[in-house]
């Protein structure tokens, strides 16, 4: 097929659920690419020369040559082809940015919409799981050195993949009771199906992965007593699962949640399907959510769904400027949930018995970027008005926990507690310890967590290794 053909064919848009019964039920929104919808969508890639497409994948995926053997119909060899690369590809292909990344970096972007790369992963990844085609690589002989990894979100699952592909053994820590990290507790399942995590992990498990559950390590035990252990190092991929609060009046009354609390209560936990799981969370009538990233949108998308009267998302700057995905944004509003942008909260208001009964806001306006780039928000004068509020989900983002740093005092730590490491590596400055993900960025993304556990996993190899 010429380029001009290839040119030709549309962007293949993957088929959702109405919104009007989507928000009725937690099934995940979109319905994946059809055989004929994937070959068509692969076919639309260029296979450029110089593929910037890879070099902007934090894990560096082969985008052309698992796309060419979309082409050609050999869906599980593209399925094998990312696995090389990315443990996780049903999973990146449903929450990953690739408009910041992959596909902001298509050539065919430059004229029109780019390849759709991230849809093309989820479809080969689920195809070669739906039809129990999953096959485990060929695992070394055992090098008789041991990693440990402390927690199990996409760093540490990361890190697990490449150090067993290089036959090292390998045991993950997770202070949950089920592992997977932000990826089960922190993502709703109408967007990231919990089955999809429990298949990948399953995999991981099957390559040889040993997993310790409700092992809080920091309070079980130590790094320095994982390396008395017998471990030759150890990784700490805990994430950033501390809320940050508003600190305002009224933020203790009955009725406010931390969005980590909120989403950890109802995907974990399954308060969405309680009585049959003893999970109670309050679904109210009158629902804000402070904030403008994901996670605000994932607890305004799941409040939608547990309370139908009315839930909006109060951001204190505009809309361009919201840091959430377009897609999460154009979903929030399908399905019914209200935007007050330029609005930020000044204090909670109670009722006589300590509940939630109203909320306090500015009207904004903004002036100068900000040290983010963004335009600075300032609050205007007079403005202040008061809403009705049974519920609120407070979604500004979260700290790192500090357990594994109090414990362990020679490990260096940065402003807000996040673990320094050297950026090429992941090595901390305490020998044979490394790590990666949020607790070293702070908040940040699924495929920038596996980046750094790919860099600390080489890493680490060389250290154990002594090469």
Known sequence: MTDKQRKNIPRQEMREQDPLERIANFHEVPYGYSEEQAVNEALRCLQCKDPKCVSGCPVNVNIPWFTKLVTEGRFVEAARKIKETNPLPAVCGRVCRQEDQCEKFCLRGKKGKPVSIGSLERFVADFERENEEVSIPEIPK????????????????TVADDLLKRGHKVTIFEALHVPGGVLMYGIPEFRLPKKIVEAEIEYLKKMGAEIELNSVIGKIDTIDGLFSDGYDAVFVGTGAGLPIFLNLPGENLVGIYSANEYLTRVNLMRAYRFPEYDTPVLRGRRVVVIGGGNTALDSARTARRLC??????????????????????????????????????????????GRLKAMEFVRMELSAPDESGRRRPLPIAGSEFQMDVDVAIVAIGNDVNPLIQNTTPDIETGRGGNIVVESDSGATRKAGVFAGGDIVRGGATVILAMGDGRRAAASIHRHIMKE
């Open 308 to 353: 139908p009267e009315e839930v909006t998302v109060v951001y204190r700057r505009s809309l361009e400027e919201m840091p959430a995905r377009a897609e999460e944004v154009r979903h929030g509003g399908e399905e019914g949930v209200k935007f007050r942008f330029l609005t930020a909260p000044l204090r909670f208001i109670g009722d006589r018995e």
């Open 142 to 157: 055992w090098t008789g050195k041991k990693v440990a990894v402390v927690g199990s979100g996409p760093a540490g699952l």
